[in-house]
């Protein structure tokens, strides 16, 4: 692996820095005071900036209409925007909506690109992923119970889904549901493309998650399929598909989740040190001479170093050898690097006292919502087991 930064991604580094600094971080009370959907109209001037970037949707390839960056590239982007909490949404490289594009370029037809991927990538709609059950347990999504059957030429779609993240105000879901049930169980489900006009697809109303309801983008939605109905065209990818194309969503996607966390942890760690220098516990003497608070300081540099570099190797894997043969990296960044966000921004409001906890700096959002990390793209048991797994297998023992 080469660590000398190329001159391409120390001018992305540059120019996303000096945008969330100029552009992005002086609206963050707004957001604070206000939420995220009274900041729509002040976020809509703030993309077409981020389009005369030239790195509006850095994540897809030029053609797509994307910056082409490549994913090592495109990870040093996530970790700059990932210091603010709108910085990804207003570079429209935003979770879901950054996992759709993919999969649509990947496997949608022609058509589909027309209709859902075309307008997703110019940011004129967003969309959202619907997978997760409340009456199943996400961790073992093989199980699930909305079903999607034929019936004159189209899919009739019945189920129920929460967690649904930025389904308010999107403008067609991605389901997963059950095609194919007489299949082994990783052939049973199948992703469809569904328009939230769709009648029968309903809104049951944003979770409360943390306190906090959100609205638009943030926000998780529960979803109640009633019989929609979407013509057979709607398939995206191949019937039984659905799981194939989920892995390959979920391999970059934790890259970018986690080079986003590693920008929420260098933000909490200079929040942390200016308020060190800063903050006088008494005449001349800074809360930063304490030791209790150097360590902080010093782990927390420490494990967001670590965690950068291995997330920047299951990158260079991925790149290098395709992300099934990076199974082991990306499980093992997944959990490290939540836990490393976790124990930095806990620090970061600590050593802010009771200004951590107020919502003047972005710490108590990310300590609220951040929590979710070791929860979704799969739960840290999970990565963690398989990991284990395949370790143990090189000593001969088989789990599961
Ligand atoms: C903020 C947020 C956003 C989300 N966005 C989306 C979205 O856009 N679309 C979508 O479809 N879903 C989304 N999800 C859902 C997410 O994918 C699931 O929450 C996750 O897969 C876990 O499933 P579950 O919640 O049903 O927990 P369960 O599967 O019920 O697991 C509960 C707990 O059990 C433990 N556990 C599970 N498996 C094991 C194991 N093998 N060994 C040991 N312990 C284990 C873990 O600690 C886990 O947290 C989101 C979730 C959150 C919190």
């Given at each position: 692996?080469?660590?000398?930064?190329?001159?391409?991604?120390?001018t992305?580094?540059?120019?996303?820095?000096?945008?969330?600094k100029?552009?992005?971080?002086?609206?963050?009370?707004?957001?604070?005071?206000?939420?995220?959907?009274?900041?729509?109209?002040?976020?809509?001037?703030?993309?077409?900036?981020?389009?005369?970037?030239?790195?509006?949707?850095?994540?897809?390839?030029?053609?797509?209409?994307?910056?082409?960056?490549s994913?090592?590239?495109?990870?040093?982007?996530?970790?700059?925007?990932?210091?603010?909490?709108?910085?990804?949404?207003?570079?429209?490289?935003?979770?879901?909506?950054?996992?759709?594009?993919?999969?649509?370029?990947?496997?949608?037809?022609?058509?589909?690109?027309a209709?859902?991927?075309?307008?997703?990538?110019?940011?004129e709609?967003?969309s959202?992923?619907?997978?997760?059950?409340p009456?199943?347990?996400?961790?073992?999504?093989?199980?699930?119970?909305?079903?999607?059957?034929?019936?004159?030429?189209d899919?009739?779609?019945?189920?129920?889904k929460?967690?649904?993240?930025?389904?308010?105000?999107?403008?067609?879901?991605i389901?997963?549901?059950?095609?194919?049930?007489?299949?082994?169980?990783?052939?049973?489900?199948?992703?469809?493309?569904?328009?939230?006009?769709?009648?029968?697809?309903e809104?049951?109303?944003?979770?409360?998650?943390?306190?906090?309801?959100?609205?638009?983008w943030?926000?998780?939605?529960?979803?109640?399929?009633?019989?929609?109905?979407?013509?057979?065209?709607?398939?995206?990818?191949?019937?039984?598909?659905?799981?194939?194309?989920?892995?390959?969503?979920?391999?970059?996607?934790?890259?970018?989740?986690?080079?986003?966390?590693?920008?929420?942890?260098?933000?909490?760690?200079?929040?942390?040190?200016?308020h060190?220098?800063?903050?006088?516990?008494?005449?001349?003497?800074?809360?930063?001479?304490?030791?209790?608070?150097?360590?902080?300081?010093?782990?927390?540099?420490?494990?967001?170093?670590?965690?950068?570099?291995?997330?920047?190797?299951?990158?260079?894997t991925?790149?290098?050898?395709?992300?099934?043969?990076?199974?082991?990296?990306?499980?093992?960044?997944?959990?490290?690097v939540a836990?490393?966000?976790?124990?930095?921004?806990?620090?970061?409001?600590?050593?802010?006292?009771?200004?951590?906890?107020?919502?003047?700096?972005?710490l108590?959002?990310?300590?609220?919502?951040?929590?979710?990390?070791?929860?979704?793209?799969?739960?840290?048991?999970?990565?963690?087991?398989?990991?284990?797994?395949?370790?143990?297998?090189?000593?001969?023992?088989?789990?599961?």
């Amino acid at each position: 692996m080469d660590f000398s930064e190329s001159p391409r991604v120390a001018t992305i580094v540059r120019t996303v820095r000096e945008f969330v600094k100029e552009e992005l971080l002086p609206i963050e009370p707004q957001l604070a005071r206000q939420g995220f959907p009274a900041l729509l109209p002040v976020l809509r001037e703030k993309r077409e900036r981020a389009r005369q970037t030239g790195l509006w949707a850095g994540h897809l390839p030029e053609e797509h209409g994307g910056a082409g960056l490549s994913l090592t590239e495109f990870a040093h982007m996530s970790e700059e925007l990932g210091r603010t909490p709108i910085g990804h949404y207003v570079f429209n490289c935003q979770a879901p909506d950054v996992g759709n594009m993919e999969i649509l370029i990947e496997h949608g037809t022609p058509e589909q690109k027309a209709q859902f991927l075309g307008p997703l990538v110019r940011g004129e709609v967003r969309s959202c992923f619907t997978m997760t059950e409340p009456e199943f347990a996400g961790s073992n999504p093989v199980w699930m119970g909305t079903t999607a059957r034929k019936d004159a030429g189209d899919w009739v779609i019945r189920g129920h889904k929460w967690f649904s993240s930025g389904m308010d105000g999107s403008a067609f879901a991605i389901c997963m549901a059950v095609t194919n049930p007489d299949a082994e169980p990783h052939a049973r489900a199948s992703m469809i493309l569904v328009p939230t006009s769709t009648p029968g697809f309903e809104l049951v109303g944003n979770l409360s998650v943390m306190g906090h309801r959100g609205g638009d983008w943030a926000s998780h939605a529960e979803v109640s399929y009633q019989d929609a109905r979407v013509p057979l065209g709607n398939l995206l990818g191949g019937e039984g598909m659905g799981f194939v194309v989920a892995q390959q969503r979920l391999g970059p996607g934790r890259i970018h989740h986690c080079m986003r966390w590693i920008g929420i942890c260098e933000r909490a760690l200079d929040l942390m040190c200016r308020h060190a220098a800063t903050r006088l516990l008494a005449p001349g003497k800074p809360l930063g001479t304490k030791q209790i608070v150097q360590q902080w300081i010093a782990e927390s540099r420490a494990e967001i170093h670590a965690a950068r570099l291995m997330v920047l190797h299951a990158a260079w894997t991925i790149e290098q050898k395709g992300p099934v043969e990076a199974r082991e990296e990306i499980s093992l960044i997944k959990f490290t690097v939540a836990r490393t966000l976790q124990r930095v921004v806990d620090r970061a409001i600590q050593a802010l006292g009771g200004l951590g906890m107020t919502d003047d700096t972005p710490l108590a959002f990310w300590y609220a919502h951040e929590r979710a990390a070791r929860i979704y793209d799969g739960a840290d048991e999970v990565h963690i087991e398989a990991v284990a797994r395949r370790i143990l297998r090189r000593y001969g023992i088989q789990i599961g």
